[in-house]
């Protein structure tokens, strides 16, 4: 398995992959670890949660680094994530006694029925590359703090990150076996995900992905959560405070190099603010500073991987082809390294890559709508379904259109983001499932009825 750095093309470091039988060790491991961690008191798993969070925090710069030079995310961003990583933690830590709690049940009199969260054991993560600490970080806090074990089986370009990972939960003191990193490759997965001892499944990625994980998860019963990306509307009407709308939506399509499932990816503007919209956003792509990932002044990065980086410029090309317009980037940079520029189309005809796939990179796909009904109908001509974000200045007219928007989560006046104390996930073929919050340390229980006499 190999590093390299997509800024520079540089090989970083090449690891060995776990045979079968080190994946049968540690499978054997989150077994028996699972028979001895379900019954840790919830305050003590709580507590090694604080620890984890502050291993986070004292080897912030280092895990950064890590993951800047893994998939050329730019260094400020990737303290960030580190930063919001510590903060799920301290989250599940002050709050999952609260959302595991017992719920009581109307019952006959002198009876009582309540509900219990039992974890469920060992569950595998399959994990994307683009966050490569939050993804995991987002499953392991709730899920290892609900008594599950947890088997990651990260992206193969981010294997040092893979192993930091394991080395956090070791360093803040959880039994060896709670937290296993699998170093294998994604062939591997279904023969893991079949065995028995492996209860559930969550997975961060592809459409493709989600569904074979989905197929042999069904085929032998287990529970799955996915999340596979989306192709997120960015709606600005009439109303709308443009600068903020402007500021904001630069940041939500390029935050990450754009490689965000929830990043905004298809703008629809308000025909009487249209023109202004797109010169200003168009003009403020041209600002962003594009280059070395290291370096603070840096807004957008390399792509994390060249084949990546060569498929977002085919769907580029392939709807410019079909007759989109170009207003701004477009080619890769001449220059060492998978570099793409912020990338505006417009006009895009029904149909082409930019309007039905999900573009995983610093592109924004413009629309032009007549009023609010007409945005919704775009918003929702698409087979994603996980966020949405809407500007307007009348909150309550940001609240009723939310209704008509079929997607997991909408965000008026703000860009869709993930927030532990929020519920996120998506619908259609963004996936299923809830992470963060409530919702989602409840995803792996066994949520068991007592019945008392
Ligand atoms: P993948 O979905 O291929 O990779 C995500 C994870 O799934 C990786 O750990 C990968 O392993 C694993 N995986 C891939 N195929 C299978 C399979 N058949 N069975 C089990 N596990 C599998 O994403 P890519 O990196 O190839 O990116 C392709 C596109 O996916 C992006 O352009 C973007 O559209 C979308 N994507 C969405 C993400 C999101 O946040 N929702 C994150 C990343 C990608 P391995 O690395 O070993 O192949």
Same mark, same amino acid.
């Given at each position: 398995m190999?590093?390299?750095n997509?800024?520079t093309?540089?090989?970083?470091h090449?690891?060995e992959?776990?045979?079968?039988?080190?994946?049968?060790?540690?499978?054997?491991r989150?077994t028996?670890?699972?028979?001895?961690?379900?019954?840790v008191?919830l305050?003590e798993?709580?507590?090694?949660?604080?620890n984890?969070?502050?291993?986070?925090?004292?080897?912030?710069?280092?895990?950064a680094e890590l993951m800047?030079r893994?998939?050329?995310?730019p260094?400020?961003?990737?303290i960030?994530e580190?930063?919001?990583?510590a903060?799920?933690c301290d989250?599940?830590?002050?709050y999952?006694h609260?959302?595991?709690?017992?719920?009581?049940?109307?019952?006959?009199?002198?009876?009582?029925?309540?509900?219990?969260h039992?974890?469920?054991?060992?569950v595998?993560a399959?994990?994307?590359?683009?966050?490569?600490?939050w993804?995991?970080?987002?499953f392991?806090?709730?899920?290892?703090?609900?008594g599950?074990?947890?088997?990651l089986?990260?992206?193969?370009n981010v294997?040092?990150?893979a192993?930091?990972?394991?080395?956090?939960?070791?360093?803040?003191?959880?039994p060896e076996?709670?937290f296993?990193? =699998?170093?294998? @490759?994604?062939? +591997?997965?279904d023969?893991i995900?079949? *065995?028995?001892?492996v209860?559930a $499944?969550?997975? /961060? %990625?592809?459409?493709?992905?989600?569904?074979a994980?989905?197929e042999?998860a069904?085929?032998?019963l287990?529970k799955?959560? =996915?999340?596979? @990306?989306?192709s +997120?509307p960015?709606?600005?009407l009439? *109303?709308?405070?443009l600068d903020? $709308?402007?500021? /904001? %939506?630069?940041?939500?399509?390029?935050?990450n190099?754009?490689q965000?499932?929830?990043?905004?990816?298809?703008?629809?503007v308000?025909t009487d603010?249209y023109?202004?919209?797109?010169d200003?956003?168009?003009?403020?792509?041209?600002?962003?500073?594009v280059?070395d990932p290291?370096s603070?002044?840096?807004?957008?990065?390399?792509?994390?991987?060249?084949?990546?980086?060569?498929e977002?410029h085919e769907?580029?090309?392939a709807?410019?082809?079909?007759?989109?317009?170009l207003l701004t980037?477009?080619?890769?940079?001449?220059r060492?390294?998978?570099?793409?520029?912020p990338?505006v189309?417009?006009?895009?005809?029904?149909g082409?890559?930019?309007?039905?796939e999900?573009?995983?990179?610093p592109?924004?796909?413009?629309?032009?709508?007549?009023?609010?009904?007409?945005?919704?109908?775009v918003?929702?001509?698409?087979?994603f379904?996980l966020g949405?974000?809407?500007?307007?200045?009348?909150?309550e007219?940001?609240?009723?259109l939310?209704?008509?928007?079929?997607?997991?989560?909408?965000?008026?006046?703000?860009?869709?983001?993930?927030?532990?104390?929020v519920?996120?996930?998506g619908?259609?073929?963004?996936?299923?499932g809830?992470e963060?919050?409530?919702?989602?340390?409840?995803e792996f229980?066994?949520?068991?009825t007592?019945w008392?006499?």
């Open positions: 190999e590093a390299v997509p800024a093309g540089e090989r970083l090449v690891y992959p776990d045979d079968d039988d080190t994946v049968e060790r540690k499978l054997d989150a028996s670890t699972f028979e001895e961690w379900r019954d008191p305050r798993r709580e507590q090694l949660l604080v984890a969070g502050e291993v986070l925090r004292e080897n912030k710069q280092r895990y800047t893994e998939m050329g995310k260094i400020t961003q990737a960030a580190v930063e919001k990583c903060w799920a989250h599940y830590a002050e999952a609260k959302y595991l709690s017992d719920e009581h049940h109307p019952s006959p009199p002198g009876t009582e029925v309540k509900t219990v039992d974890p469920l054991g060992p595998l399959v994990m994307p590359w683009n966050y490569p600490f993804q995991v970080i987002r392991a806090a709730p899920y290892l703090t609900a599950n074990v947890g088997l089986k990260h992206a193969s294997p040092g990150c192993l930091a990972l394991e080395e956090v939960f070791a360093e803040a003191g959880y076996g709670a296993q990193t =699998l170093l294998v @490759g994604s062939s +591997d997965v023969g995900l079949a *065995d028995d001892r209860r $499944a969550t997975l /961060t %990625g592809s459409g493709p992905a989600g569904r994980v989905a042999t069904g085929k032998h287990k799955t959560v =996915l999340e596979l @990306g989306g +997120d960015f709606i600005v009439d *109303d709308a405070d903020a $709308a402007l500021e /904001t %939506g630069v940041q939500a399509r390029t935050l190099g754009g965000s499932c929830i990043a905004a990816k298809r703008f629809i308000h603010v023109e202004e919209y797109v200003r956003l168009v003009a403020a792509f041209e600002d962003l500073t280059g290291m603070e002044e840096t807004d957008v990065g390399p792509q994390a991987d060249p084949d990546l980086m060569a977002l769907q580029v090309q709807s410019v082809d079909a007759g989109a317009t980037g477009g080619e890769p940079l001449d060492t390294g998978a570099f793409y520029p990338t189309l417009t006009a895009v005809p029904s082409c890559p930019a309007d039905t999900e573009t995983f990179g592109v924004a796909t413009v629309y032009e709508v007549a009023d609010a009904d007409e945005a919704i109908t918003a929702n001509d698409t087979r379904g949405a974000s809407l500007w307007t200045a009348d909150r007219r940001g609240q009723r939310a209704r008509d928007i079929s997607a997991g989560c909408v965000y008026i006046n703000e860009m869709t983001k993930s927030d532990p104390r519920p996120f996930g619908i259609k073929d963004a996936g299923y809830r963060l919050s409530e919702m989602g340390i409840k229980v066994n949520k068991k007592v008392t006499e």
